[in-house]
């Protein structure tokens, strides 16, 4: 049976996700061009994580997912030389 607070906890990650994803797509003038799809949703559990940790599963398409890799990797190299990133 499903933890109702890891659920919600799981739904609102999502929900974050989701606005985030549609404001950064907005902010590269992709607001439009499948935008409408959801691309977060969430899942109480995982089989491969441990019980208690709410999961958010992620469905993007290749190029949104290599976007995404990349914007994630360049973060990471700003933080490695010593920059503030957010």
């Given at each position: 049976m499903r933890d109702p607070e890891l659920v919600s906890c799981a739904q609102r990650a999502a929900a974050e996700l989701e606005r985030a994803w549609g404001h950064w797509r907005e902010g590269?003038?992709?607001?439009?061009?499948?935008?409408?799809?959801?691309?977060?949703?969430?899942?109480?559990?995982?089989?491969?994580?441990?019980?208690?940790?709410?999961?958010?599963?992620?469905?993007l398409d290749a190029e949104d997912a290599r976007e995404l890799a990349a914007l994630l990797e360049r973060q990471l190299e700003r933080q490695e030389v010593g920059e503030h990133v957010w």
């Open positions: 590269r003038g992709r607001g439009t061009d499948g935008g409408a799809e959801s691309v977060a949703s969430y899942v109480a559990h995982s089989l491969d994580h441990p019980w208690g940790r709410p999961r958010v599963v992620l469905g």
